[in-house]
């Protein structure tokens, strides 16, 4: 099966079904809190931003010792994930769901609002959540 570490948005936590449902088709699932939100709101301070944030994920691919990871950013998660192409031994597929996304990850061959699988590319700005879940399933190897 495959390993996804999920990226949730600025607003919060928002992955529990999602992980549910993939773990209960065999995978592996990641879902960190990024620093300063969710339980880890008492971390929040002046120097938290956007760069402690791809720290919190990196971290994770690295001390978890994760391979071929389909990685998924939601919203505020995308601008996070674009890190990708900084760790491409650890990362096999990068998902943006429905995110903000910067430049650079537009120039890295990243479509916004959409799920790569093979070689379609499926729009999932008005998909639900079920739907999004399949798709991201047919990226597995």
Not at 56 to 69: G, H, M, T, Y
Not at 108 to 114: D, E, H, N, V
Not at 119 to 141: P, T, Y
Request: charged share 20%; hydrophobic share 45%; net charge negative.
């Amino acid at each position: 099966m495959a390993t996804f570490v999920l990226v949730h948005p600025a607003c919060g936590w928002c992955w529990k079904k999602v992980a549910t449902i993939l773990r209960a088709r065999g995978n592996e699932v990641f879902a960190p809190t990024l620093t300063g939100l969710g339980e880890r709101a008492h971390l929040a301070n002046r120097e938290v931003g956007l760069g402690t944030h791809i720290d919190d994920v990196a971290s994770i691919l690295k001390f978890e010792d994760i391979r071929d990871a389909i990685l998924v950013g939601n919203s505020f998660g995308g601008m996070v994930i674009t890190f990708a192409d900084r760790m491409p031994e650890r990362i096999a597929h990068v998902v943006y769901l429905d995110e903000t996304v910067s430049v650079d990850a537009l120039t890295t061959g990243y479509l916004a609002l959409s799920f790569h699988v093979g070689n379609d590319v499926i729009d999932c700005r008005h998909c639900n959540i079920e739907f999004a879940i399949d798709q991201v399933g047919k990226l597995k190897n």
